[in-house]
């Protein structure tokens, strides 16, 4: 792990656990799970569908409380408490009935504290990061007008421009085709690498892990535990072309030939079921 020692993590989880019940079957979907990402660290989370990524991130947002373990963030105790993350979920989340630059700002209004801040000047700088993005002829538009790879980039900017210091980034490229989603990829690492928020990225693709992460913890299927912890070892900023160096390609076969183990073991228990 590449945490400086002496600094509070922005965030650590520590042997969280939880599980759903219904009437009839308990569900445990994570085992655990002990994690941290360190100040201005960009931390994936790679697993199968269904394994509970989504879940750790509603109790990283206190929307679920663990059934044991604990989450930290900056070394404060947050198990449970709500407003302290910025959060881009799996769904494009944009309201309709706002403009592309009413959405953006929406993250300052929800935070706590606010109501109070310099609202001309964060539209000032909303307009900026938008223009910077190539949206800003869009500001004023409905998000009905806009792409699905634009939509994303606007939902990005909200929770970059949000004031909570964690970003969580639940799978934001997945409904996006392939080509929108390898532009979005270094479009989210060059604003990434010039901006260094504490990050923790959700993906299931091993390439998207590898391309922008210093860390990516690699989780089992349900109920969810860390499999392997691997450090990315590529310098920043990181070149385009690195998806073609032999290292990089190396390290992604190993994290398939991991992922495929993984898979192969619950279709053993499970008879092929997924999800
Ligand atoms: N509030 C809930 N109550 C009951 N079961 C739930 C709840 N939330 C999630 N689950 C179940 O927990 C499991 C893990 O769901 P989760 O959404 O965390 O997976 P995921 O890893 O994010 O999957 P995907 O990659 O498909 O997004 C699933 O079986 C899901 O049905
Ligand atoms: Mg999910």
Do not use: C
């Not at 900017?157 to 929108?180: G, V, Y």
């Not at 690699?218 to 450090?231: H, K, M, W």
């Not at 390609?249 to 992922?259: A, D, F, P, T």
């Amino acid at each position: 792990m590449s945490l400086n020692t002496g600094e509070e993590a922005a965030l650590k989880a520590e042997q969280v656990s939880i599980t759903f019940q219904d009437r009839k079957k308990r569900l445990p979907v994570l085992q655990d799970i002990s994690l941290a990402v360190g100040q201005g660290e960009f931390v994936s989370l790679l697993g199968p569908s269904g394994s509970g990524k989504s879940t750790l991130f509603h109790l990283i947002g206190g929307l679920l409380t663990p059934a044991q373990g604990r989450i930290y963030m900056n070394g404060e105790d947050v198990t449970g408490m709500r407003g302290r993350i910025s959060y881009m979920p799996q769904q494009p989340a944009l309201f309709p009935w706002l403009t592309t630059l009413d959405n953006v700002l929406l993250g300052q209004e929800n935070a706590p504290g606010s109501g109070t801040g310099p609202r001309r000047e964060a539209r000032t700088e909303a307009r900026h990061w938008l223009d910077e993005v190539g949206l800003g002829k869009f500001a004023d538009a409905y998000p009905h007008m806009l792409s699905g790879g634009m939509q994303q980039r606007a939902a990005f900017l909200r929770a970059m421009l949000s004031p909570q210091e964690l970003m969580l980034l639940d799978e934001p490229f997945s409904a996006l085709d392939e080509l929108t989603r390898s532009d979005m990829q270094q479009w989210l690492l060059h604003m990434w690498e010039r901006n260094r928020r504490s990050v923790l990225f959700i993906t299931h693709s091993i390439e998207e892990a590898l391309l922008l992460s210093d860390r990516i913890y690699v989780l089992s299927a349900r109920p969810a535990s860390i499999l392997q912890v691997v450090d990315v070892p590529f310098a920043r900023p990181r070149r385009e072309e690195i998806t073609t160096d032999k290292e990089f390609v190396e390290l992604k076969r190993e994290l398939s030939r991991w992922m495929r183990e993984e898979k192969a073991k619950k279709s053993a228990v499970w008879g092929g079921d997924s999800a």
